[in-house]
């Protein structure tokens, strides 16, 4: 009987991971193969952004979830210091006796395995199992092959690998560019944006159906036009049309909460609401809608400021701000007196654009004898320079 070892850093761990170790169990038939992700890997730092050792763990297990006689283990995370193979080895040979040791290498790892720590010791321990695509590394590695058998007795075989064309090494330079999250578990993909490790930016595509389950059926037109609006105004300003894309995409996220639910995830979060705010249920989908941004999506502050403000709006909006304000109410599919020049000036005069969307919504509220948030008051002042304008209070 044999124990299969699939050590590493997995940083993250990823579906090509997870198609080597199915690959490797189905060819080696090994009693159980077990993933040992290492505490403190001895050739390199854990980097400022990445998850904590506990955390990889944790991707491991999502990642490698049911795969059968695939076992994720936190024997590396137990001991304190550098993990060593050396060390995790002599561990798993106490609590193994009698089976042999298979231990999964990547190619790549070969060729300097006698420059590890204690590595005579590790290929007295062990065989080999070299990970290959295509019969690729096969041949130029039998030679390095040949010289451990000779030398140390060490067992070493060649198993196909599935050609899933990804490193972790890849991954983490695509992540910041919005990139690579196919190539990752869902739910470890989900864990990595909501903590925004490895500087990732998220995937808009990915983000687009997350979001869209969490809206009526009926909102997610308005939503997409939004996103559309928000990326020609951003590109006619000048501000990073993904970035603004990303904030509305997000920014009706909780809209179909009902008053009552607004007001309770409020109060669980530690949102303080004032009188305006349980008057006016109406903009509490925008203060919600912020939080959950960050929560479930790790959203910058930038992002998250543009969703709470762009309902009322407020004096001194950032450059993002009013762009996810104005395509929110200048967006394909809305069709009120004056949106069209709303739109053009938009493009042309973003401030003048503001005055006159924030003086639409005042008059639109006061038409209806409804309730004026204080902020959408304080908005249409500003942008509109009437400093004199008397608060509504309808």
Same mark, same amino acid.
């Given at each position: 009987?044999?124990?299969?070892?699939?050590g590493?850093?997995?940083?993250p761990?990823?579906?090509?991971?997870?198609a080597?170790?199915?690959?490797?169990?189905?060819?080696?038939?090994?009693?159980?193969?077990?993933?040992?992700?290492?505490?403190?890997?001895?050739?390199?730092? +854990?980097?400022?952004?990445?998850?904590?050792? @506990?955390?990889?763990?944790?991707?491991c297990?999502?990642?490698?979830q049911? =795969?059968?006689?695939?076992e994720?283990? $936190?024997?590396?995370?137990?001991?304190?210091?550098?993990?060593?193979?050396?060390? %995790?080895?002599?561990?798993?040979?106490?609590?193994?006796?009698?089976?042999?040791?298979?231990?999964?290498?990547?190619?790549?790892?070969?060729?300097?395995?006698?420059?590890?720590? !204690?590595?005579?010791?590790?290929?007295?321990r &062990?065989?080999?199992a070299?990970?290959?695509?295509?019969?690729?590394?096969?041949?130029?590695? !039998?030679?390095? #092959?040949?010289?451990?058998?000779?030398?140390?007795?060490?067992?070493?075989?060649?198993?196909?690998?599935?050609?899933?064309?990804?490193?972790?090494?890849? /991954?983490?330079c695509?992540?910041?560019?919005?990139?690579?999250? !196919?190539? /990752?578990?869902?739910?470890?993909?989900a864990?990595?944006? +909501?903590?925004?490790?490895?500087?990732?930016?998220?995937?808009?595509?990915w =983000?687009r159906?997350?979001?869209? *389950?969490? =809206?009526?059926?009926?909102?997610i037109?308005?939503?997409?036009?939004?996103e559309? #609006?928000?990326?020609?105004?951003?590109?006619?300003?000048?501000? $990073?049309?993904? *970035?603004?894309?990303e904030?509305?995409?997000?920014?009706?996220?909780?809209?179909?909460?009902?008053?009552?639910?607004?007001?309770?995830?409020?109060?669980?979060?530690?949102?303080?609401?004032g @009188?305006?705010?349980?008057?006016?249920?109406?903009?509490?989908?925008?203060?919600?809608? #912020?939080?959950?941004?960050?929560?479930?999506?790790?959203?910058?502050?930038?992002?998250?400021?543009?969703?709470?403000?762009? %309902? %009322?709006?407020?004096?001194?909006?950032?450059?993002?701000?009013?762009?996810?304000?104005?395509?929110d109410?200048?967006?394909?599919?809305? $069709?009120f007196?004056?949106? !069209?020049? /709303?739109?053009?000036?938009s /493009?042309?005069?973003?401030?003048? #654009?503001?005055?006159?969307?924030?003086?639409?919504?005042?008059?639109?509220?006061?038409?209806?004898?409804?309730?004026?948030?204080?902020? %959408?008051?304080?908005?249409?002042?500003w942008?509109?320079?009437?400093?004199?304008?008397?608060?509504?209070? &309808?």
């Amino acid at each position: 009987m044999s124990i299969a070892v699939y050590g590493g850093c997995f940083n993250p761990p990823h579906l090509g991971h997870r198609a080597a170790a199915g690959s490797a169990r189905e060819t080696l038939k090994p009693e159980k193969l077990l993933v040992l992700p290492d505490r403190e890997p001895p050739h390199k730092a +854990q980097a400022k952004g990445e998850p904590t050792p @506990e955390e990889r763990l944790e991707l491991c297990r999502l990642t490698f979830q049911g =795969l059968e006689g695939v076992e994720v283990s $936190d024997l590396s995370l137990r001991r304190p210091g550098p993990s060593y193979m050396s060390d %995790t080895l002599r561990l798993l040979q106490e609590q193994y006796p009698g089976q042999e040791l298979i231990l999964i290498l990547g190619a790549d790892m070969l060729p300097g395995i006698e420059r590890w720590h !204690e590595a005579e010791e590790v290929l007295h321990r &062990c065989s080999l199992a070299i990970l290959t695509r295509d019969g690729v590394g096969e041949r130029e590695l !039998e030679p390095q #092959a040949r010289l451990l058998r000779q030398k140390y007795g060490t067992r070493v075989r060649f198993l196909p690998n599935p050609p899933v064309a990804v490193s972790s090494a890849r /991954l983490r330079c695509l992540l910041p560019h919005r990139q690579g999250w !196919e190539l /990752l578990d869902g739910e470890v993909y989900a864990r990595i944006v +909501q903590h925004r490790w490895y500087e990732t930016q998220v995937s808009l595509p990915w =983000l687009r159906s997350r979001v869209e *389950t969490m =809206l009526k059926r009926s909102r997610i037109a308005h939503v997409k036009g939004c996103e559309k #609006a928000a990326a020609r105004l951003a590109e006619v300003w000048g501000e $990073d049309p993904e *970035t603004a894309m990303e904030a509305a995409i997000m920014h009706d996220m909780t809209k179909r909460w009902g008053p009552e639910e607004q007001i309770e995830y409020c109060r669980s979060q530690g949102i303080p609401l004032g @009188e305006a705010e349980e008057r006016s249920p109406q903009v509490l989908h925008a203060i919600t809608g #912020a939080a959950e941004a960050k929560r479930l999506f790790g959203a910058s502050d930038e992002v998250c400021s543009a969703i709470r403000w762009h %309902t %009322t709006g407020k004096p001194e909006m950032s450059l993002l701000e009013q762009i996810v304000y104005l395509a929110d109410v200048t967006e394909e599919t809305r $069709d009120f007196p004056g949106v !069209e020049d /709303l739109r053009r000036e938009s /493009l042309r005069n973003i401030e003048k #654009a503001m005055a006159m969307a924030a003086r639409s919504c005042v008059e639109e509220l006061e038409r209806k004898q409804t309730y004026i948030h204080p902020d %959408t008051i304080r908005a249409y002042r500003w942008y509109a320079g009437d400093e004199n304008k008397e608060e509504s209070t &309808c």
